[in-house]
């Protein structure tokens, strides 16, 4: 069997890893399929485990899709003297572009503004260009050292000139020039979903709808899991199960706390404390701002990012406390007012909600401390085993999930004794052999299929090698080469691919995640959302009702993300987003009282 065909989750698949969750054994449980825990699964099955990954909703449902769509260094940690964070990202960016996903992390060039006056503003002038000039310098250096192989491009000075003329949209006045350098773009979802169908290729278990909601002890040591599969009909005796195993790896995010709670009964208080920090992002068409690079902002706060997005560009992020709903975290107008403000500063064509495409919100896990601001708070993660049998792992950043998730899977392999050191530096993802070839011939693959080169490019980008298995599925059905209906950027294969290789089972996991048809169209892909159902149906066997209740729940989703927009602050916003129920059979992870609902817990 290829590679490909090993990490296909289709719904057969599902149904047999079902199966096994609920007969076997396993050496490792992950719980949690964002970016951490499908790198767990992934390094723990590439070591040779008997590996298992329940995820509750959708792979990178949570936090994993909703970044800057950024593997980077984090040029600001240099300022904070953190050397080796940065020296750790660096490193993971260059392995991540150049070994083990080519084909989705690529370099995207940015612009650091510098701010001037006239010549009595001059010594300042020369010192902020030596500041941010031996920053970026720095940061390439330790890039070039540790990078494992640099991947992207060095920083180059511009004179206002010059920066103008790459971004063309900067304003003139109270500009003195412009540093350029490079940073790594990832469509953050899709190198989740590029996870952990690596990790089925190599035999583990992935199954997502499946929530855990409890654990399973023999005395004092953690045995297994309770499992419910929140796809099994009302009433069926199958919808709730026990994964047994050896270890336990919670990757929950900013859903740690809840790990913890299920251990209050037997008095024990893991020493983990995450804290949730809202970031906000717009997206805004490509015509709305002239420009070839994006651009890095210090704010009073935080640090702004606008990012070029294929036709779009992406502003953000804020950085606020956040104690509200997990599941759904909301961008007030307040979020959204905050960031056109800061863009605009620099803009020399304001920008307004007329422009905004789409609106996103993500929770950051941050492990608390004693700062008072979130952006203040350490982007380091850390490992702990509250209970024997059982690992947390929390905090972090997206760029460093590979070393998250070798760290906790290091901790299980020294309770599991003889298990090899990990392989995943080593181990392309998914997608990525071959690559660089099938690039280089895409006018060749274009001809033989019968598509525009064009095509063969967007298909390479998001899919690498596995773009053959989308050539196959149009050479065998040529309507699938159409446009999706609303997303013209999208073709209808993918929405097909999604739900027989990757694991869709809902029309928002396509429409959000397998594509961002939810945040780069203006309709948020309500226009997109028949199409998308009749195609997935196909797929899924979706009759006409099934269909209908798919469409109208995302309508209601849709429709209370822009009401939550319209809300001046996080509590109205998030009252209006919580409006539309989740898809999958449980309403929000609160208690009537706003807090998270407390997880049963058994034991034997």
Known sequence: MSRATASQLSPQRRAADLRRLAAERFDVLVIGGGVTGAGAALDAASRGLKVALVEARDYAAGTSSRSSKLIHGGLRYLEQLEFHLVHEALTERGLLATRLAPHLVRPVPFLVPLPGGGLRDLPARLFRRSYYGAGVATYDAFAGVFGGGRGMPLHRHLTREGARRVFPSLKAEGLAGAIRYYDGQVDDARLVVTLARTAASLGATVVTSARAVGLIRQAREVTGVRVRDLEAPAGSPDAEFEVRARTVIAATGVWSDDMSRMLNDVGLRPGIRVRASKGVHLVVPRSAITGETGLILRTATSVLFVIPWGGHWIIGTTDTDWQLDRSHPAASARDIEYLLAQVNSVLDRPLTTADIEGVYAGLRPLLAGEADSTSKLSREHAVFEPMLGLLLVAGGKYTTYRVMASDVVDRAAHRLGSVRPSRTADLPLL????????????????????????????????????????LALIDADPLLASPLAGAPEYLAAEVTYAASAEGALHLEDVLTRRTRISIETTHRGLESAEHTAELMGAVLGWDAEVRAREVAHYRARVAAERNSQLMPDDATADAARVGAPDVRGFAADRGADGDPVELPSSSR
């Not at 071959?434 to 899919?463: N, S």
């Open 431 to 470: 997608g990525a052999d071959g690559y660089a070839a099938l690039w280089r011939d895409r006018a060749d693959l274009a001809r033989r299929h019968g598509v525009p080169v064009g095509v063969v490019e967007h298909l390479l980008e998001r899919y690498g090698n596995l773009t053959l298995d989308l």
